[in-house]
């Protein structure tokens, strides 16, 4: 199907670029990884992923102190390991 139509939209600079060296590693540009999400969403009458699956804060927080060394011990139980990633 020929290209028509554009669209413009509106993004952090930052995002932009690790977008489009994430899409370039993967072969792709901007407009087709756009055209991708686009047709995905389309194919599945929705967005093709699940929002409520994402992880949440506290996940988020505690997988970025994995990756900086922060929590290297092991938890007890759930309460101590819950301890700690709140403090």
């Known amino acids: ?4 139509s ?5 993004m952090n600079s930052i995002v932009k670029q690790r977008a ?5 590693d993967l072969g792709i540009d901007m407009s087709s ?3 991708l999400f686009i047709r995905q969403a389309l194919s599945q009458n ?3 992923f699940e ?4 992880p949440n804060k506290i996940t988020l927080t505690a997988i970025a102190d994995a990756d900086n ?3 290297d011990g ?13 403090a």
């Open 6 to 10: 554009s669209v413009t939209i509106r």
């Open 51 to 54: 929002v409520n699956k994402l």
């Open 1 to 4: 199907m020929r290209a028509d």
């Open 20 to 24: 489009q060296r994430l899409f370039a």
């Open 74 to 86: 092991e938890a007890r139980n759930a309460s101590e390991l819950l301890e700690t990633l709140n």
């Open 46 to 48: 929705g967005l093709p």
């Open 33 to 35: 990884a756009v055209n």
């Open 69 to 71: 060394g922060k929590f």
